[in-house]
């Protein structure tokens, strides 16, 4: 799920047998999805007590390693036929490099059409993947709420990347090994990064990168309790465990009624990122999956969805290792000013730079004009939080323009340190061998949409006064 610039659209081949699989209107009645396919790694209402891990199977496993970029999609498009996935008319897998691999239509598809469908039987949710586990799963959330305050929130990808360890760890013989055989082995995003690659990172971007790489050690730690019925082969392997969080991390969608969870719809999870997408991705009460048209969408397009907020880049960068091509705006990475951002119940959306013209949000100005206040004159400051929490534009402006010299003095310092440390990070990464440093142009690629976004915003500065 990698976003990539597309230069050329050519036409995949589909296997034969997929085009006897019917084209479909979400109007008429659709066949009976069938049963789900039993997998060999769980059963349900396992006993409470640690269990005993099974014996390490080293044939039909899947090969992780990151010089491992085979990827069986047209067997997995076929696989997921079979349990009723259908598409609608001209919708097929495409990529220029085998690697990378998404959706587009080689035909038209209208407004409101239901553009692909993913019975229940083979979406992976993590509230069925709870029930699945039954206690052993329970003890080791316990195990993993217990490490950090707020890793709760995180317990539904937990559970899909325990699934997706057991399906692994079951080889040839898990019915998902067709899906599992056609995902992905390398990320660039923050879990990924070594340390040498945090070096390379601003502040921020190293911030909510190491946010990421956190949790999965967390996660790895719960998942070597002993608890999970994995073998120890599995569970003491750094990569595939990190390659399962990562498949995880990258590929849910997120639901939240009639309850929170989490799901991965294979063949959905074919979709990228567009910061203006053509589809959205919805589940019905049962957990089937609908893909669904947003506009008309022409022939030879992309199949896209809106992964995050696309006016922040910074945290689709850290989770999913890319930086989309459409990027308009980027956070002004004042997190020095943390704490004035929250005081004033501002989010980081508020807080932009536009990334064609340098232009600059007005919340910008507000907190740093609010961080000199409280600095140098507590009593204006109170005076002006309380215009900012009123929306009193008037009296805001009054306080911006008495301060504007001091204002844009802070302003400066701060693009022109960040602009600064840019470059030596860039330098530094620089230097680095792609041969052992793989990630090293999606990260440059990241600096220098901060270098030139912010050099446009200096210009700006400048000619202020």
């Known amino acids: 799920m990698v976003h990539l610039s597309i230069c050329s659209v050519t036409g995949g081949v589909l296997l034969a047998s997929l085009s006897s699989v019917a084209a479909f209107s979400p109007g008429l009645p659709r066949r009976a999805a069938p049963a789900r396919p039993g997998s060999a790694s769980f059963s349900a209402g396992r006993p409470s007590s640690r269990l005993p891990v099974s014996s390490y199977q080293s044939t039909g496993l899947i090969d992780v390693s990151q010089s491992n970029n085979q990827r069986d999609v047209y067997t997995m498009e076929q696989w997921a036929a079979q349990y009723g996935m259908q598409k609608a008319p001209g919708v097929e897998l495409y990529s220029d490099d085998d690697a990378d691999w998404q959706l587009l239509t080689q035909a038209p598809i209208a407004a409101g059409s239901t553009v692909l469908f993913v019975p229940s039987s083979i979406v992976l949710g993590s509230n069925n993947i709870a029930m699945e586990m039954g206690n052993a799963l329970t003890q080791a959330e316990a195990a993993l709420v217990a490490m950090e305050q707020g890793l709760?929130?995180?317990?539904?990808?937990?559970?899909?990347?325990?699934?997706?360890?057991?399906?692994?760890?079951?080889?040839?013989?898990?019915?998902?090994?067709?899906?599992?055989?056609?995902?992905?082995?390398?990320?660039?995003?923050?879990?990924?990064?070594?340390?040498?690659?945090?070096?390379?990172?601003?502040?921020?971007?190293?911030?909510?990168?190491?946010?990421?790489?956190?949790?999965?050690?967390?996660?790895?730690?719960?998942?070597?309790?002993?608890?999970?019925?994995?073998?120890?082969?599995?569970?003491?392997?750094?990569?595939?465990?990190?390659?399962?969080?990562?498949?995880?991390?990258?590929?849910?969608?997120e639901v939240w009624e009639p309850t929170r969870q989490k799901f991965i719809a294979p063949m959905a999870d074919m979709l990228n990122h567009s910061a203006e997408p053509n589809c959205e991705i919805v589940f019905d009460a049962e957990g089937n999956c609908y893909v669904q048209a947003l506009y008309d969408i022409q022939p030879g397009s992309l199949l896209t969805v809106s992964y995050g907020d696309p006016t922040n880049p910074t945290p689709l960068f850290a989770k999913y290792g890319f930086l989309t091509s459409d990027c308009k705006t980027i956070f002004c990475k004042a997190i020095h000013l943390d704490s004035q951002i929250k005081e004033l119940g501002y989010e980081y959306q508020d807080l932009l730079f536009q990334y064609e013209t340098g232009e600059i949000a007005p919340k910008v100005w507000d907190i740093f004009l609010y961080e000199l206040l409280q600095t140098n004159d507590p009593n204006s400051a109170d005076q002006f939080y309380q215009a900012c929490k009123n929306n009193d534009e008037g009296t805001k402006q009054q306080y911006h323009d008495h301060y504007f010299q001091y204002t844009l003095e802070a302003l400066k310092n701060h693009v022109y340190t960040i602009l600064g440390d840019v470059d030596q990070l860039n330098m530094k990464a620089q230097s680095y061998d792609l041969a052992t440093h793989p990630r090293v142009p999606v990260i440059l690629a990241h600096n220098n949409l901060v270098r030139d976004t912010f050099s446009r915003t200096a210009v700006l500065l400048d000619q202020m006064g």
């Open 152 to 253: 709760a929130e995180r317990l539904p990808l937990f559970r899909l990347m325990i699934k997706i360890l057991a399906e692994w760890d079951a080889g040839a013989d898990s019915p998902y090994f067709p899906w599992l055989n056609s995902l992905p082995k390398q990320f660039y995003n923050g879990v990924s990064m070594t340390d040498a690659c945090f070096e390379c990172l601003p502040p921020y971007a190293s911030i909510v990168s190491m946010n990421e790489r956190n949790a999965y050690s967390r996660f790895l730690n719960a998942v070597r309790q002993g608890f999970v019925p994995l073998s120890q082969n599995t569970i003491n392997d750094d990569r595939v465990v990190k390659w399962a969080y990562n498949v995880a991390l990258t590929r849910f969608h």
